[in-house]
């Protein structure tokens, strides 16, 4: 990747699965540091679990970028 992103720090939400996934990934591709925000929770709102957001933050980490995760909700 082009680095277009060193020095600049990414906050997404929704991080965990789907879109947000894929951009939280890209823009630590890019050399983003990266804050992956997802509570963990299913669709109706009910459960929780950090794991979700500790995937993406190890996958990026062993991919050699820079992330933590955050599991609170931002709504």
Same mark, same amino acid.
């Given at each position: 990747? =082009? !680095?277009?992103?060193? !020095? @600049?720090?990414?906050? %997404?939400?929704?991080? /965990?699965?789907?879109?947000?996934?894929? &951009? *939280? %990934?890209?823009? *630590? @591709?890019? !050399?983003?540091?990266?804050? &992956? &925000?997802?509570? /963990? &929770?299913?669709?109706?709102?009910?459960? /929780? =679990?950090?794991? %979700?957001?500790?995937?993406?933050?190890?996958? %990026?980490?062993?991919?050699?970028? =820079? *992330?933590v995760a955050c599991?609170?909700?931002?709504?």
């Amino acid at each position: 990747m =082009s !680095g277009v992103m060193e !020095g @600049q720090v990414g906050i %997404i939400t929704g991080a /965990g699965r789907g879109i947000g996934r894929g &951009v *939280a %990934i890209l823009m *630590a @591709q890019e !050399g983003a540091s990266v804050v &992956v &925000v997802d509570p /963990g &929770v299913d669709v109706d709102g009910t459960g /929780g =679990s950090r794991s %979700i957001a500790d995937q993406v933050v190890k996958e %990026i980490v062993d991919g050699g970028g =820079s *992330a933590v995760a955050c599991t609170e909700s931002v709504a």
